[in-house]
């Protein structure tokens, strides 16, 4: 089945305890992407990748980092996660860059204590 | 980025009636519009899209119009069901960009039996 996966799906953690929330698409998309939803604010882009080796800043970057070493692969990076980080994570892909439909994995919901 | 949304919370409609939910955009040089329904606990999921060449596109059920003279988009769900309480975003991109969508605030569409 063609899917975005995430884990974990559920996330409770404490101020500066370095975590990582994995990313996996078996569509072979060259293009992801790693998006926050908050209330009232919907969803902003956090970071995205147009392939392997290829990461760019969304909206959002400050305190947050990515790697793209494979290419179904595209994990977020919380090196000191603070209370301000406690969002609704969504790891998204798309075939290429300029095909905008993006499909997107099922959330992470961390909460940071 | 440029805003995107009518920031709208919740629309009520009763099982069977048509349905219409609205996003204004401001960036004038968005190419792609792009509808996407959210259940609860899921990540979002493509319903239609929309290309600036267009005004109109039509899919099951659904049919997208695009008023590029006053930057206004709209969802119409045809003989709504309970399936299709969700929550609803727009989203755009411009020509040729590379960092992906831009999202509306969302609205949440409730079905009455």
């Known amino acids: 089945e063609a899917q975005v996966t995430q884990n974990p799906r559920y996330l409770i953690t404490v101020t500066g305890k370095k975590l990582t929330v994995t990313c996996s698409q078996n569509m072979n998309h060259e293009y992801m992407s790693w998006y926050r939803q908050d209330p009232g604010l919907g969803l902003r882009q956090i970071y995205y990748?147009?392939?392997?080796?290829?990461?760019d800043k969304g909206d959002v970057p400050e305190g947050y980092k990515v790697s793209r070493k494979e290419k179904r692969n595209f994990p977020l990076i919380l090196e000191s996660p603070s209370p301000n980080q406690t969002s609704l994570y969504f790891c998204a892909s798309s075939p290429e860059v300029g095909t905008y439909e993006q499909y997107f994995g099922p959330g992470t919901r961390l909460t940071v204590t | 980025g440029e805003s995107v949304g009518l920031h709208l919370p919740t629309l009520s409609v009763q099982e069977g009636d048509n349905s219409i939910i609205n996003c204004a955009y401001s960036?004038?040089?968005?190419?792609?519009f792009i509808w996407y329904k959210q259940e609860s606990g899921k990540g979002p999921q493509f319903i239609i899209d929309i290309r600036s060449n267009m005004d109109k596109r039509q899919g099951q059920r659904v049919t997208v119009l695009l008023n590029k003279t006053v930057k206004h988009l709209s969802l119409q769900i045809a003989a709504t069901q309970p399936g299709d309480s969700a929550v609803y975003f727009c989203a755009e991109n411009e020509a040729g960009g590379a960092d992906g969508l831009t999202f509306g605030k969302g609205t949440h569409l409730i079905i009455q039996p």
């Open positions: 990748s147009m392939n392997v080796e290829v990461t």
């Open positions: 960036n004038s040089a968005s190419d792609y």
